[in-house]
């Protein structure tokens, strides 16, 4: 009832408000308004979008302080890390720097051992050539010159230098010896071993004890007589005996006991300059 009440009330208003203004009006009123409830429409979809993009640019700018941020620690570690890189290639240069300095010395080194060496190695050649052609082909059979190793090695045979079991020197060898003799004051930067061999043999007479005694008392006679009968300056020799202890052939044929008993004349190169060059050799201790 009170529904149909206010159905009628709104209806005679509307009667009473169609009777009051014309229809002409009405529809610019109606259109006026339907104008502005767009306008309204549009502006509440723009503040809709407005308020979207002020969301997003937010988010925007959170993002972009927090990389911010991170570039600004990234920066901080590469300033670090390039201080520490500065500092170690200050280092690094005075490291290498010190690394050339002693690579030149040792190279410095090296070039005067490499220059000693072909000295030596020169001098040897010519001192074989001298002795092999001084001698004559009868000696030579008696008498093996070798290098080995920068040393020269005069092997001469015991039945050439002494008579069996002796140990004096025979007047067949003093000829040889003399040409010997001569090639080494020749050299007077050589120092000179004279060294006795013997085979196994054990000797039997009674003023020599044994091998020991016969190889260094023949050693010992070779010595004396290139000092006193051909003036080889003694400061320069020495005698040495090594009995039966060091073969070059084996003691178990009457050949291969021949070629032990030997002495052998051993021609090396003083070593004052070699050790003057290890004194010399520069200081690879690292004290960084």
Not at 194 to 211: A, Q, Y
Not at 253 to 259: L, V
Request: include cysteine.
């Amino acid at each position: 009832m009170r529904l149909t009440t206010i159905a009628c009330a709104v209806a005679v208003a509307a009667l009473t408000l169609t009777g009051c203004v014309s229809k002409k009006k009405y529809t610019a009123l109606n259109d006026q308004y339907e104008a502005m409830k767009s306008q309204y429409n549009e502006q509440q979809m723009q503040l809709t979008r407005s308020q979207t993009g002020n969301q997003s640019l937010q988010a925007m700018l959170d993002d972009a302080r927090k990389q911010n941020a991170e570039l600004k620690q990234a920066y901080a570690a590469l300033q670090t890390s390039l201080d520490h890189s500065i500092a170690q290639n200050a280092q690094g240069n005075v490291n290498i720097s010190k690394l050339v300095d002693e690579i030149n010395a040792s190279n410095k080194y090296i070039k005067e051992l490499v220059a000693a060496k072909s000295k030596s190695d020169s001098l040897n050649m010519v001192l074989t050539n001298n002795l092999t052609r001084s001698l004559s082909r009868d000696e030579l059979q008696d008498v093996d010159i070798k290098v080995l190793k920068g040393v020269v090695y005069i092997s001469l045979a015991d039945n050439m230098l002494f008579r069996s079991g002796s140990y004096e020197v025979s007047d067949r060898a003093m000829q040889t010896l003399s040409k010997i003799a001569k090639i080494i004051k020749d050299y007077k930067d050589y120092d000179v071993l004279v060294e006795g061999n013997t085979d196994n043999v054990p000797i039997s007479r009674t003023n020599i004890r044994n091998n020991w005694d016969l190889s260094a008392l023949r050693a010992s006679s070779v010595v004396q007589v290139l000092q006193n009968d051909f003036g080889v300056n003694p400061s320069r020799l020495s005698a040495a005996g090594r009995g039966e202890y060091n073969p070059i052939a084996t003691n178990a044929t009457d050949a291969g006991r021949e070629r032990n008993r030997r002495t052998e004349i051993i021609i090396t190169p003083k070593l004052d300059q070699f050790l003057d060059l290890i004194d010399h050799a520069p200081d690879t201790n690292d004290n960084r």
